[in-house]
């Protein structure tokens, strides 16, 4: 089961987000793994972040593997696709992705790992003509 909770006035593509957790979920062999995406305003998330990373500052995402739930902050998303010249649509999935990688226990906690990570999601968005 794939749930999406969007707690912002913003419009976002549910259908899209389902599509695209389903193509991960088959592309790994997940077997029964539900995921619960959830999108927040930037004052739920700078709480999250504080509460669970100790970081007095909003994020994108957050990832909770004990839980299978991916949390986007739709307004830092806003905020990364302007400064990357980006769509915001664009942006939302690369984070989307990221937040599912970290599901299944990738890691970017260094450099290493973050610059692995990234080209394993491209190649991932990439070979299943997603963005």
Do not use: C, P
């Amino acid at each position: 089961m794939i749930e999406i909770n969007n707690t912002t006035k913003n419009k976002i593509n549910s259908k899209k987000i389902i599509s695209i957790v389903e193509i991960f979920i088959k592309a790994y062999k997940l077997k029964n793994f539900d995921v619960s995406v959830a999108v927040v305003g930037d004052t739920v998330m700078r709480k999250m972040n504080l509460t669970y990373r100790g970081f007095d500052k909003t994020t994108d995402v957050l990832s909770f593997s004990d839980l299978n739930e991916i949390v986007i902050s739709y307004a830092q998303i806003k905020r990364q696709a302007k400064e990357l010249k980006k769509g915001i649509e664009s942006e939302f999935i690369f984070i989307l992705v990221h937040g599912l990688f970290h599901l299944i226990g990738r890691e970017d906690h260094t450099e290493k790992l973050r610059l692995a990570m990234i080209a394993e999601e491209e190649k991932f968005l990439k070979k299943y003509a997603i963005i």
